[in-house]
């Protein structure tokens, strides 16, 4: 029997503070209707000063490892746009507090497409034999690269961490990872970008703007991109594990935006009962996206053991990506 690997336990953590529409309206010019109408987002968390990308992902990772009833991995893949630091990785940061000594431990960079990149290649290690079990977390301070100013960011965005726990296992078993499809588009790099703090910038001899260190995005511009992009994406990972739309049980979109799932369910032909996800929670987490939504799915029991799920995620790159599995038997809390 071929080897595959297999979903064995997922977990999220958010920060303590939540932020409402309302809260948000007390210092920017908008609204709770503007943003509820247009995002479908009530609320969103931001980590307190002296909460790093790393603590919550160590969060997200403790509650994964108890779910899969395991206390060590040897492989950690962390993905993330805000990491401690430009350098070094933070995935080692996280291996150290969750007391993993000396496994190995690195970082994927593609934004809300991030975690699904972080899990093909956890899977690929585990598939081809060199790794036993992994964690692969998505964990984000996003909050911390947004322009106060801002209204056309600071209300999509939140902090937030998810994580699953993938071990070898057969491609017959629930919770096998079926298949993938990842992609990119580079001409796209400026519609969802942080200018400087890169090489680009530093040896371009101009001096920094002060924006050009906050997050910005083309948001209008991106839209439709990000229905084209998923729909396509999820039709090939469906193609690549021989299914149809038809045999989807539960789809998990990155939460980007309320009004791209419901259009890109739609295109797909996917009934929206059959969309699982939390963006009026925590609005767009980014790379911590899916695995929060999946984790706050199955504790809701929004998610049944047996049912077949397609991820999909668009993202800066500009990139995209999908996968199909099934869901397995964990326990809740
Ligand atoms: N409050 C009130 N008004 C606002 C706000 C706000 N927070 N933000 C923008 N507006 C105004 C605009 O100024 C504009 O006014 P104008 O018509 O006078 O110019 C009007 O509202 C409409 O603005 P749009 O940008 O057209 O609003 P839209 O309906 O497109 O919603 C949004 C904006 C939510 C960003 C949407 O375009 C979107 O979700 N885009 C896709 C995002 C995405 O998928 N990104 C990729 C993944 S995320 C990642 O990779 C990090």
């Known amino acids: 029997m071929m080897r595959a690997a297999v979903l064995a336990g997922v977990g999220s953590c958010l920060p303590a503070c939540a932020v409402s529409n309302e809260d948000l309206a007390k210092r920017l010019e908008t609204s709770d209707e503007w943003i509820r109408s247009r ?3 009530r609320q969103r968390y931001f980590a307190e000063p002296g909460t790093a990308t790393s603590d919550l992902a160590a ?15 040897d492989l950690v893949v962390l993905a993330t746009t805000t990491p401690d630091r430009p350098c070094p990785a933070t995935a080692p940061t996280v ?19 991030g975690f699904l990149y972080a899990l093909a290649a956890a899977a690929g290690l585990i ?7 992994a964690l692969v977390i998505g964990s984000e301070t996003f909050s911390t690269i947004l322009d106060p100013s801002d209204r056309t960011t600071m209300v ?16 017959d078993e629930p919770g096998a990872l079926e298949s993938f499809d990842l992609g990119s588009d580079g001409d796209g790099r400026d519609l969802i970008t942080v200018r400087a703090g890169g090489s680009e910038q530093r040896l371009s001899g101009r001096q920094p703007q002060a924006g050009d260190a906050y ?19 999820a039709r090939s990972a469906l193609d690549r594990a021989g299914r149809v739309p038809g045999d989807v049980d539960r789809l998990v979109c ?17 009934a929206p009962e059959r969309c699982v996800g939390n963006i009026a929670e925590v609005g767009n987490t980014a790379a911590a996206s899916i695995p929060l939504a999946l984790d706050h799915a199955h504790a809701a029991g929004r998610i049944a053991a047996g049912e077949r799920l397609l991820l999909t995620a668009f993202g800066g790159g500009l990139t995209w990506g999908s996968a199909v599995l099934t869901w397995p038997q964990l326990p809740i809390g």
Request: hydrophobic share 50%.
């Open 215 to 233: 997050f910005a995005m083309a948001g209008r511009e991106v839209f439709w991109r990000a229905v084209q992009r998923m729909r396509e994406s």
């Open 127 to 133: 598939a081809t034999g060199g790794y036993a079990t």
């Open 39 to 41: 995002t479908g987002i």
């Open 59 to 73: 969060g997200a990772g403790v509650r994964a490892l108890k779910s899969a009833g395991l206390s060590a991995v």
């Open 95 to 113: 291996a150290s507090l969750l007391g993993l000594p000396g496994v190995a431990a690195f970082d994927v960079s593609a934004v809300c497409s």
């Open 156 to 171: 999509i965005f939140g902090d937030g961490a998810g994580a699953v726990v993938l071990r070898a296992g057969t491609p």
């Open 254 to 270: 990155h939460q980007a935006n309320l009004r791209i799932l419901k259009a890109l369910a739609h295109e797909l032909g996917i």
